[in-house]
Every structure is written in C-alpha cells, then in structure tokens.
C-alpha cells in the first residue's frame, strides 16, 4: 500500500515539475520581443538572390552582405578599466579601513562601524536596536547621518 502511494506520490510531483516548467517557457517565449522585420528583410534578400540572374554573382553578394549586420569580432572587446572608487552622494568611507559604504535611509541596514562612527562622533548618544526605533529615534538618526556625510573624515 505504501509503495503504490509513493509512487503515485512521485507520478504527481514530477507532473507538477513538468508543468510549471513548461509555464516557465511559455512566458520566457511570449516576454520575447518579436524581430519580424529582420526575418522579412532576410526573406526579401533571399527571394532577390534566387530571381537575379547567375551572371550578377557579385551584386547577389552585395544584397546578402546588405542585409545582413556586420558585428565586431572578439577583437573588438573592449579591456575592462581597473575600477576607480569614485565619491558619490551618500557614501561613507570608513577612516581605518577605507572601506565605502552607501548611507542607507533605513538604520537597521546600516552598517556596524557607521553606527560605531555616529556615537563615536557624538551624534548619537547610543546605538539603538531594532526594537528601539520609533519615529523620534529615526529623525535623530537620520539627521545624525547627514551630519556624518558631511564630515571631511567620512566623506568618501
């Protein structure tokens, strides 16, 4: 009784699995731009090569090379640039170990050593939990952090 209920168990699971696998793919296929145009240029340029006469072989390649778009070969790659931190709105750079963060609005995403800076700083008068937050915490700390973007020491 058990093997028979396992097995239909399995038969049902795999039928699930095939199902929604192949939702997976009809909504991957209908999400896909269509690209008619360049099928009917092909078309077009394909019905221009079989009515044009033997004797214009190199007009025909013309046509072909026409239609078709020229990509770039592997050579044309360009070399990734070595990055460049580059200070920008809302980033802080820890002082002792260069380390740049983004200032986050919500406090509970904020890193630990932004947290230590503000009550280091004296911005904050303790580092608040995440059961502590209220609307007034928020607004001190919120303004406490703009205050901390503004120091020279933490400016990334």
């Known amino acids: 009784m058990t093997e028979g209920l396992f097995i239909l168990t399995t038969i049902f699971v795999a039928y699930v699995v ?9 909504t991957a296929k209908t999400a896909m ?28 390649t013309a046509r072909r090379t026409a239609a078709k778009p020229t990509t ?11 990055k460049v931190e ?19 609005s919500n406090y509970r995403f904020t890193k630990r050593w932004v947290k230590e800076a503000l009550v ?12 502590e ?3 007034a915490a928020e607004a001190k700390i919120k303004e406490a952090v703009t205050k901390l973007l503004a120091m020279d020491k933490y400016r990334a």
């Open 120 to 131: 280091a700083e004296g911005l904050l008068e303790k580092i608040y939990k995440n059961n």
């Open 86 to 104: 580059e200070a920008s709105k809302g980033e802080l750079r820890n002082p002792a170990t260069g380390e740049v963060t983004s200032a986050h």
């Open 133 to 135: 937050l209220d609307a």
């Open 33 to 60: 731009p269509q690209v008619k145009p360049e099928k009917q240029e092909a078309a077009a340029a394909q019905t221009l090569t079989e009515a044009a006469p033997k004797k214009e072989a190199p007009a025909t």
């Open 72 to 82: 770039p070969r592997k050579a044309a790659t360009p070399t990734p640039e070595p």
């Open 18 to 26: 095939y199902v929604v696998v192949n939702d997976q793919r009809a």
